[in-house]
């Protein structure tokens, strides 16, 4: 049995004893450094471990038009996000998802690649969710483990307009902007920004103030439990946008530009403020609000029409014939003719051994000052601008706003060119260049370029008799105006070029009759102009004011390659100039 | 013999049995916060746990009762049985990746190695107390080791690391206690620490210069010096390829505790988040089923390996150092009924049952303060988990039969 007796000697267990409460006390000692030297260290370890900020997207300011009808709007719609550590079939989860919303699983797995920023981090899976989508999805939602959704307020359009090239769009804010901006930024990645048109341009008073909440969350990321205390703060939604738009002549501009590639622009010169504002061709104004989709990207940008192009800022075009009033004050202002001095014109005019050609080839015949300007007459300009040099004609073009910005309220403009004698010499050379460019530039040809807008300017000039505002979309107070450098010339001038573009609408012969809508009382003062180009056919300008009463209104109309100004354009001014002052007698009359 | 019995259990040591219930009684405290909170691993354990506590009670029953020599008598026959046990699971499915269940067809599954470290700690005691062994002489330690590497290496095949060690640990306290020269068991011990030591240039110069002291202090002769001072060189030389053996995940644990940022999200953000939790809780701790670190589910196998995580960050330092406390008068305990014992059998047998007390103790509070690799070694008494559990309270019931004197 147990014979074998316990011999242990004393000392070996006085040794195991030591082991044991050495080894203990060594737990101990480390137990407190932890728990009680660490403890603060570790204490807010675990308060950052668990406390999560989420930052709440401000619904942006509404876009209106003139009489606060909205043109740009915002709508809730849904985000799906998807977070990569809870997904555990993603093929599987994202055929459901595709099932419930219609949206190709591919474009799922694109969006998951693309937006990947690690495992529990959510990922935007689609945007623009219904909530028709929605309540599909939420049927099936116990088979899909890591997916959720938020609710993120849109950019919503007016569906009876688009001007999209006026309004712009957001986009995602890019890496390079996120890191210029800095740290202190209150924009993350993923936000939204303003991308282009008045959306940039007024991005700050647009934007909200983002909201932030805390969330308790665990070790998954999964968000537990909302944090009531703290410092949370509710978003505010971001200011409004009044503008001077007017929804309805800004559908009609558009219906009028169907097809046709160009520019329009309608203003009020006595205010500056934009009344519609269009490029043609131009891309649907929610086109950036979804994840867009590669073939509607690859249309776009490999559209021949340059959908994307803001024709009215950054498109450059010769002016052809509207430049005439410009010569016209100019040769009248340093008093080189007189209003009876008259000229022949056969269809053409030789000047050394090359021939200027009229656009009329039967010619004019006896052209006076008014002719010249109310039909148009090439030859009379040929004559009159050598008696000129070509730096006085680039003074009197800046005099009209060429070849400087309009400052008008868009991210950006071109502001075209002004050929003066130093631009001649660098381009041609000392003697590369001589009288016969300065032919051309005189009938709004050659080395000159111009932009819509800056036409826009010059209209209302002549308009406003050299006094006019600088043009804007918000709308301001009229104390608030900031105007153009004025415009001096004696009155005599400003009547004699008032009449002769009057006839220019009204008179027998005028170029421009197409664009009157014999409306009483409503005097239209205007000039077509038919600009040769190298690009084919040449673009069809009109350029008008028209004044009933109190009540002006001008326009800049451009078709690209559209042919004689007075054939394309001018019946388009008709239909606004209709528009906008028989509605107003109606609507008066109403009343 | 009813009345012998009932003679002998009034003189058992019933605080062994105290502090058992009073751990358990911590044990499932804390599981109930973990359950209350949907943690664990989806099942409620804390029922689960409290069967496991009633067929350990009963074993516990088993063990006080049977008598002394029938153990002795039969261990051998039980050691043969147990072996064959350890390695049954190989012939069945992995389970969780590895070969270490039984199933029975049952909800409960049975792990075998649990029983081999009571059974070879009874082995190894009758066999260095059966005979008139000459302790003093290296040859005596062979045998021991033979009795408990064999199961060592089934179990570390199955694979399970924590619990293959565990059954080696009784070995060099009992040889130890039962007379062995310290000299022989560091000749022992010193490859071991050779490879350990061979992990950094530092610690293997100064163990190096540690080996050539003790062994010139203790005076061998002259050829066996220089052959086991060459011999753990080399070895640990070869360490690296030892090294290169082992399973990626478990070079994972050990490299993430040589350098912590290696990998966050693996065994290292394991004892990242077991440290936060401890520290957190403080002195008192944040609460019973306040604790946001173990509720939130940032620690990871919070209800076995890392138990004391939850207890530190809920009931804070002071429950920490009860507990720690608890465990010491319980293995010194063991030491003084070990001493007071008066045949050698068991004697050894509490011996052995006491290294396994702190191995298990040192290493998993250790591993959850971020002193040691992260090893999977459950907590006595307080881990969740069956096996162990009733390994546990079979420990208490064979300290108290055999701490009792007929």
């Given at each position: 049995m147990l014979k074998a007796e316990n011999l242990v000697p004393k000392q070996r267990f006085w040794a195991a004893s030591s082991v044991v409460v050495f080894l203990i006390i060594i737990l101990i000692g480390r137990f407190f450094s932890l728990q009680i030297y660490q403890h603060e260290n570790f204490s807010r370890k675990a308060e950052s471990n668990r406390i999560r900020s989420v930052t709440l997207p401000a619904p942006s300011g509404l876009i209106l038009d003139r009489n606060k009808k909205i043109l740009v709007d915002n709508y809730p719609t849904y985000i799906l996000y998807g977070i990569p550590s809870e997904i555990s079939d993603k093929q599987k989860n994202f055929n459901i998802i595709s099932q419930a919303t219609g949206i190709n699983s591919d474009i799922l797995n694109k969006n998951f690649e693309k937006n990947y920023r690690g495992r529990f981090i959510p990922i935007i899976l689609a945007k623009d969710l219904t909530i028709e989508q929605l309540s599909c999805l939420e049927e099936a939602k116990n088979q899909l483990q890591g997916i959720v959704y938020k609710q993120f307020p849109e950019r919503f359009f007016s569906n009876t307009i688009r001007a999209s090239h006026a309004l712009g769009y957001l986009k995602e804010i890019d890496r390079e902007t996120l890191k210029s901006l800095g740290k202190k930024s209150p924009f993350k990645y993923g936000d939204l920004v303003g991308g282009s048109g008045l959306e940039r341009e007024y991005d700050n008073l647009l934007q909200g103030e983002k909201g932030i909440e805390f969330y308790e969350v665990d070790a998954f990321g999964r968000e537990?439990?909302?944090?009531?205390?703290?410092?949370?703060?509710?978003?505010?939604?971001?200011?409004?946008?009044?503008?001077?738009?007017?929804?309805?002549?800004?559908?009609?501009?558009?219906?009028?530009?169907?097809?046709?590639?160009?520019?329009?622009?309608?203003?009020?010169?006595?205010?500056?403020?934009?009344?519609?504002?269009?490029?043609?061709?131009?891309?649907?104004?929610?086109?950036f609000t979804g994840l867009i989709e590669e073939?509607?990207?690859?249309?776009?940008?490999?559209?021949?029409?340059?959908?994307?192009?803001?024709?009215?800022?950054?498109?450059?075009?010769?002016?052809?014939?509207?430049?005439?009033?410009?010569?016209?004050?100019?040769?009248?202002?340093?008093?080189?003719?007189?209003?009876?001095?008259?000229?022949?014109?056969?269809?053409?005019?030789?000047?050394?051994?090359?021939v200027f050609k009229c656009w009329n080839e039967f010619g004019h015949g006896a052209v006076n000052l008014e002719k010249a300007l109310v039909e148009s007459c090439d030859v009379y300009f040929y004559r009159v601008i050598q008696k000129f040099s070509i730096n006085k004609i680039a003074e009197y073009s800046r005099i009209f706003g060429l070849g400087r910005a309009t400052d008008i309220d868009l991210p950006s403009e071109m502001t075209g060119r002004v050929p003066d004698r130093s631009y001649m010499n660098r381009r041609y050379g000392r003697s590369g260049w001589a009288m016969g460019n300065l032919l051309n530039i005189s009938i709004g040809?050659?080395?000159?370029?111009?932009?819509?807008?800056?036409?826009?300017?010059?209209?209302?000039?002549?308009?406003?008799?050299?006094?006019?505002?600088?043009?804007?979309?918000?709308?301001?107070?009229?104390?608030?105006?900031?105007?153009?450098?004025?415009?001096?010339?004696?009155?005599?001038?400003?009547?004699?070029?008032?009449?002769?573009?009057?006839?220019?609408?009204?008179?027998?012969?005028?170029?421009g009759r197409a664009a009157d809508p014999d409306i009483p009382d409503l005097v239209i003062a205007g000039k077509t102009s038919t600009a040769e180009n190298p690009h084919g056919e040449p673009h069809a300008w009109f350029i008008a004011y028209a004044k009933k009463g109190d009540d002006m209104i001008s326009l800049v109309l451009l078709v690209e390659n559209g042919g004689h100004g007075g054939e394309t354009s001018a019946p388009i001014a008709n239909k606004i100039f209709a528009e906008y002052f028989r509605d107003e007698s109606i609507t008066m009359t109403d009343k | 013999m009813f009345l012998f019995q009932q003679k002998r259990l009034r003189n058992a040591p019933y605080s062994i049995l105290i502090i058992a219930l009073i751990l358990s009684s911590l044990g499932f405290f804390t599981l109930y916060s973990i359950a209350s909170q949907g943690g664990g691993s989806g099942v409620n354990i804390f029922n689960k746990q409290l069967i496991f506590f009633v067929i350990g009670i009963i074993l516990f029953m088993a063990a006080l009762l049977v008598p002394r020599h029938s153990i002795h008598q039969y261990i051998y026959i039980l050691y043969g049985l147990i072996l064959a046990a350890v390695i049954i699971p190989f012939f069945d499915d992995k389970i969780a990746g590895t070969h270490r269940w039984i199933q029975f067809g049952l909800p409960i599954r049975f792990q075998p190695s649990e029983f081999a470290k009571w059974i070879t700690i009874l082995a190894l005691a009758k066999y260095l107390s059966d005979r008139n062994l000459k302790m003093g002489s290296i040859k005596i330690l062979i045998i021991p080791f033979i009795i408990a590497v064999i199961p060592f290496i089934i179990v570390l095949k199955q694979p399970d690391l924590g619990t293959a060690l565990i059954i080696m640990v009784p070995v060099i306290p009992m040889l130890y206690w039962a007379g062995a020269r310290p000299f022989h068991l560091f000749i022992v011990l010193a490859p071991i620490i050779s490879i350990l030591a061979a992990f950094h240039v530092l610690s293997f110069t100064i163990w190096a210069v540690l080996l050539a002291v003790i062994i010139g202090l203790s005076?061998?002769?002259?050829?066996?010096?220089?052959?086991?001072?060459?011999?753990?060189?080399?070895?640990?030389?070869?360490?690296?390829?030892?090294?290169?053996?082992?399973?990626?995940?478990?070079?994972?644990?050990?490299?993430?505790?040589?350098?912590?940022d290696l990998d966050p999200l693996g065994a290292a953000y394991q004892i990242i988040q077991s440290k936060t939790a401890l520290g957190s809780g403080g002195l008192w701790g944040?609460?019973?089923?306040?604790?946001?670190?173990?509720?939130?589910?940032?620690?990871?196998?919070?209800?076995?390996?890392?138990?004391?995580?939850?207890?530190?960050?809920?009931?804070?330092?002071?429950?920490?150092?009860?507990?720690?406390?608890?465990?010491?008068?319980?293995?010194?305990?063991?030491?003084?009924?070990?001493?007071?014992?008066?045949?050698?059998?068991?004697?050894?047998?509490?011996?052995?049952?006491?290294?396994?007390?702190?191995?298990?103790v040192f290493v998993?509070?250790?591993?959850?303060?971020?002193?040691?690799?992260?090893?999977?070694?459950?907590?006595?008494?307080?881990?969740?988990?069956?096996?162990?559990?009733?390994?546990?309270?079979?420990?208490?019931g064979l300290i108290m039969n055999f701490g009792t004197e007929d």
């Open positions: 537990a439990r909302k944090i009531t205390e703290g410092k949370a703060r509710i978003p505010h939604p971001g200011r409004d946008l009044h503008t001077t738009l007017d929804m309805d002549m800004q559908r009609i501009l558009e219906q009028e530009f169907r097809g046709l590639r160009g520019a329009g622009i309608v203003s009020n010169p006595k205010t500056g403020g934009i009344l519609a504002y269009l490029s043609s061709p131009d891309y649907p104004p929610d086109l073939q509607q990207w690859a249309s776009i940008i490999g559209d021949a029409g340059r959908p994307l192009l803001n024709r009215g800022s950054n498109g450059t075009y010769p002016p052809g014939s509207i430049f005439k009033m410009i010569v016209m004050a100019a040769i009248l202002d340093q008093d080189l003719v007189k209003y009876t001095w008259e000229t022949t014109c056969r269809g053409y005019y030789e000047f050394g051994d090359r040809q050659g080395e000159l370029l111009v932009t819509p807008i800056q036409m826009v300017v010059y209209i209302n000039y002549l308009a406003t008799r050299g006094n006019t505002p600088k043009l804007h979309f918000i709308d301001l107070p009229s104390d608030s105006y900031e105007k153009y450098p004025p415009v001096y010339l004696s009155n005599n001038i400003w009547s004699f070029l008032e009449n002769s573009m009057r006839k220019v609408v009204s008179s027998e012969n005028g170029t | 005076k061998p002769e002259l050829w066996r010096g220089v052959l086991l001072y060459f011999g753990n060189i080399f070895l640990g030389l070869l360490a690296p390829m030892i090294w290169n053996s082992l399973k990626p995940y478990q070079q994972n644990r050990v490299l993430t505790l040589i350098n912590p944040s609460g019973w089923k306040q604790g946001t670190q173990t509720h939130l589910k940032f620690l990871p196998v919070q209800e076995s390996d890392f138990i004391v995580s939850v207890i530190g960050e809920e009931l804070g330092f002071i429950t920490i150092l009860i507990m720690l406390v608890l465990f010491t008068v319980l293995i010194l305990k063991i030491l003084k009924l070990a001493l007071d014992s008066k045949d050698r059998f068991s004697s050894l047998t509490l011996i052995g049952i006491g290294s396994i007390f702190l191995a298990h998993n509070s250790a591993m959850t303060a971020g002193m040691i690799p992260v090893k999977g070694l459950p907590l006595p008494f307080i881990s969740y988990g069956g096996s162990f559990l009733l390994t546990c309270y079979i420990f208490v």
